[in-house]
């Protein structure tokens, strides 16, 4: 009997201890699970709290958009009615410059030298010289037109550097377009259609030129580009391009004494080729101590120079200048660019007399103009304005023939 009941007793403090660690174990667990509710219940909070001040925050945002918007459109509407404003303010400026103002210089021709069939003898008197130079009148250009005003200005595209040009052949309708102030590449497009539906220059014809040209002073006449090419420590010299056969023809030293710039505000071009209805021209000053633009008429086909005036226009506030039926326009500005001008004009045959030179300001744009080139069979200007190609179109009057 004793050893059964030793077993029975032993089994029984064997029941009794299994009892009491499960027991512990299950508290245990239980003890984990509160606290784990407790920590979701912390985090439930929490969340709760946090998407409370998100949706005040949300509320606050839409609030602060509303009064944006409001002030947005109070602004703009701001700056409608100041824009008209200044369009009235500039149309009011126009009417009294065009009123009040002075008339641009008229400066009469100065012969300087002349050449070839324009040659006068020393011996001939004052009287008989004075003859023959209004014999030269009829013979140095036969066009009788001025220009009026500007008509319109259209704003083509924007291509390139701040500074370039671009011209069309007044022979033809292919257009090229010079971009930077030096280079050997320039670009031909068909037509001004083609250029203002061009990606940049990439759909147009690349042509590489054996030189670079300097400057904005090139142009284009008659299928022949005239360009200017200077290179440190030689003379400046005009190149003559065959552009349906990619060579040169000819070229011509240029009679300059230093390389002195054309145009004060724009100091890269040292000479400018325009053409018009008479030919072909050549504006540059002859040395840095002349205030004065040169003028000279040149043979297209030679580049030999006919003849040459001192046109009395300053250098001076100078950006750009272009010739029309033997008149010289030359456009002023300021430092700080400011409205571009035609404040002096000069006439070959000294038709032209001060009640009736104009005075044009072409339209506030962007900056300052780096080119204008004339097109005489257009009757338009092509200007390069901060990297803006624009087309001026011209109203023509008749000269007052005295």
């Given at each position: 009997?004793?050893?059964v009941?030793v077993?029975?007793?032993?089994?029984?403090?064997?029941?009794?201890?299994?009892?009491?660690?499960?027991?512990?174990?299950?508290d245990?667990?239980?003890?984990?699970?509160?606290?784990?509710?407790?920590?979701?219940?912390?985090?439930h909070?929490?969340?709760?709290?946090?998407?409370?001040?998100?949706?005040?925050?949300?509320?606050?945002?839409?609030?602060?958009?509303?009064?944006?918007?409001?002030?947005?459109?109070?602004?703009?509407?701001?700056?409608?009615?100041?824009?008209?404003?200044v369009?009235?303010?500039?149309?009011e400026?126009?009417?009294?410059?065009?009123?009040?103002?002075?008339?641009?210089?008229?400066?009469?021709?100065?012969?300087?030298?002349?050449?070839?069939?324009?040659?006068?003898?020393?011996?001939?008197?004052?009287?008989?010289?004075?003859?023959?130079?209004?014999?030269?009148?009829?013979q140095?250009?036969?066009?009788v037109?001025?220009?009026?005003?500007?008509?319109?200005?259209?704003?083509?595209?924007?291509v390139?550097?701040?500074?370039?040009?671009?011209?069309?052949?007044?022979?033809?309708?292919?257009?090229?377009?010079?971009?930077?102030?030096?280079?050997?590449?320039?670009?031909?497009?068909?037509?001004?259609?083609?250029?203002s539906?061009?990606?940049?220059?990439?759909?147009?014809?690349r042509?590489?030129?054996?030189s670079?040209?300097?400057?904005?002073?090139?142009?284009?006449?008659?299928?022949?580009?005239?360009?200017?090419n200077?290179?440190?420590?030689?003379?400046?010299?005009?190149?003559?391009?065959?552009?349906l056969?990619?060579?040169?023809?000819?070229?011509?030293?240029?009679?300059?004494?230093?390389?002195a710039?054309?145009?004060n505000?724009?100091?890269?071009?040292?000479?400018?080729?325009?053409?018009?209805?008479?030919?072909?021209?050549l504006?540059?000053?002859?040395?840095?101590?002349?205030?004065?633009?040169?003028?000279?008429?040149?043979?297209?086909?030679?580049?030999?120079?006919?003849?040459?005036?001192?046109t009395?226009?300053?250098?001076?506030?100078?950006?750009?200048?272009?010739?029309?039926?033997?008149?010289?326009?030359?456009?002023?500005?300021?430092r700080?660019?400011?409205?571009?001008?035609?404040?002096?004009?000069?006439?070959?045959?000294?038709?032209?007399?001060?009640e009736e030179?104009?005075?044009?300001?072409?339209?506030?744009?962007?900056?300052?103009?780096?080119?204008?080139?004339?097109?005489?069979?257009?009757?338009?200007?092509?200007?390069?304005?901060?990297g803006?190609?624009?087309?001026y179109?011209?109203?023509m009057?008749?000269?007052?023939?005295?």
């Open positions: 009997m004793k050893p009941l077993l029975l007793v032993s089994t029984a403090w064997t029941l009794t201890g299994a009892q009491y660690y499960y027991q512990g174990l299950m245990y667990l239980e003890n984990r699970l509160l606290a784990i509710e407790d920590r979701m219940q912390l985090w909070d929490q969340t709760h709290r946090y998407h409370t001040e998100l949706l005040d925050f949300k509320k606050l945002t839409a609030e602060s958009m509303d009064g944006l918007k409001q002030e947005h459109g109070m602004l703009l509407k701001d700056l409608e009615g100041a824009a008209v404003r369009g009235r303010v500039e149309r400026m126009d009417f009294v410059e065009s009123q009040t103002s002075p008339r641009a210089c008229v400066n009469k021709a100065d012969k300087v030298v002349e050449q070839g069939a324009w040659a006068l003898e020393e011996s001939r008197g004052e009287e008989e010289e004075e003859d023959d130079w209004e014999e030269l009148h009829s140095v250009s036969d066009c037109e001025i220009i009026s005003n500007i008509r319109s200005v259209k704003i083509l595209k924007r390139g550097s701040p500074k370039g040009m671009w011209v069309r052949d007044p022979r033809s309708s292919k257009l090229y377009v010079f971009n930077g102030t030096v280079g050997d590449i320039i670009y031909e497009f068909d037509s001004v259609r083609e250029f539906r061009s990606p940049g220059v990439t759909n147009s014809r042509i590489s030129l054996p670079e040209w300097t400057g904005t002073g090139s142009t284009v006449y008659n299928g022949y580009l005239y360009y200017i200077q290179e440190a420590e030689t003379d400046v010299q005009v190149v003559k391009f065959d552009l056969s990619d060579s040169v023809t000819d070229s011509a030293m240029l009679p300059l004494e230093s390389h710039t054309v145009y505000l724009n100091p890269e071009t040292v000479a400018d080729l325009t053409a018009d209805d008479e030919g072909l021209w504006l540059y000053a002859s040395s840095d101590s002349e205030p004065n633009i040169s003028l000279a008429k040149m043979d297209p086909a030679t580049l030999d120079i006919e003849q040459i005036w001192d009395r226009c300053p250098r001076e506030n100078a950006e750009a200048a272009f010739v029309v039926c033997g008149t010289v326009y030359v456009v002023y500005n300021t700080l660019a400011s409205r571009s001008r035609v404040q002096c004009v000069f006439d070959v045959n000294d038709i032209v007399i001060s030179a104009p005075l044009l300001y072409f339209p506030r744009r962007y900056g300052a103009h780096a080119s204008l080139k004339y097109n005489p069979e257009e009757k338009q200007l092509y200007g390069w304005d901060d803006y190609q624009i087309i179109r011209l109203t009057k008749r000269k007052l023939l005295v």
